[in-house]
T-cell receptor
Framework: AQSVTQLDSQVPVFEEAPVELRCNYSSSVSVYLFWYVQYPNQGLQLLLKYLSGSTLVKGINGFEAEFNKSQTSFHLRKPSVHISDTAEYFCAVSLWGAAGNKLTFGGGTRVLVKP | SAVISQKPSRDICQRGTSLTIQCQVDSQVTMMFWYRQQPGQSLTLIATANQGSEATYESGFVIDKFPISRPNLTFSTLTVSNMSPEDSSIYLC???????????FGPGTRLTVL
């Protein structure tokens, strides 16, 4: 079975500073990788995804992530954060080609952007 | 991406009662899912809602506690039965966009059980 580890439960960062959220996964088969964001009192919004192709993936709101197969990682980055980026971020995987495409989520990383 | 709505958006319920949550999507989808997010926690899959057949439940979740209906390709309901305070959570539905193998989520239903 696959699993996802988000190494940081909380990340405080100053406005306009860069941020990196770490995500590692384990799986015996190929996976699809996703980052979702949850703003306070809202549902989940898809930030970006890796299904195949280029390992550097660009998403919405200036976020990007890089898939590293050898390190089984999919870290999320943003070069300059805004106050509005304060939210919880979830990394998730699903098995490539598996019937059902069930998602397994990491524990989440809470980002607090300070002025 | 699909537009997904859930009703109710939040509710406060008494112990021992049941609540049915509705999920509506604006296009036909093959697969719908129900997740639970306990306070301060990540998301856990409850079940996959299959149109025309019984839902498929994950380990730790049973049909008697979380009955699910999927009458057509745009709608599903999740019932939380015989509620206890431990059922206080956000319940989210999601749909799978077949062409991109990507799940999109509804806004969630915030349930508080007293």
């Amino acid at each position: 079975a696959q699993s996802v580890t988000q190494l940081d439960s909380q990340v405080p960062v100053f406005e306009e500073a860069p941020v990196e959220l770490r995500c590692n996964y384990s799986s015996s088969v190929s996976v699809y990788l996703f980052w979702y964001v949850q703003y306070p009192n809202q549902g989940l919004q898809l930030l970006l995804k890796y299904l195949s192709g280029s390992t550097l993936v660009k998403g919405i709101n200036g976020f990007e992530a890089e898939f590293n197969k050898s390190q089984t990682s999919f870290h999320l980055r943003k070069p300059s954060v805004h106050i509005s980026d304060t939210a919880e971020y979830f990394c998730a995987v699903s098995l490539w080609g598996a019937a059902g495409n069930k998602l397994t989520f990491g524990g989440g990383t809470r980002v607090l952007v300070k002025p | 991406s699909a537009v997904i709505s859930q009703k109710p958006s939040r509710d406060i319920c008494q112990r021992g009662t049941s609540l049915t949550i509705q999920c509506q999507v604006d296009s036909q989808v093959t697969m719908m899912f129900w997740y639970r997010q306990q306070p301060g926690q990540s998301l856990t899959l409850i079940a996959t809602a299959n149109q025309g057949s019984e839902a498929t439940y994950e380990s730790g979740f049973v049909i008697d506690k979380f009955p699910i209906s999927r009458p057509n390709l745009t709608f599903s309901t999740l019932t939380v039965s015989n509620m206890s305070p431990e059922d206080s959570s956000i319940y989210l539905c999601s749909v799978l966009q077949d062409t991109t193998d990507t799940q999109y989520f509804g806004p969630g239903t915030r349930l508080t059980v007293l």
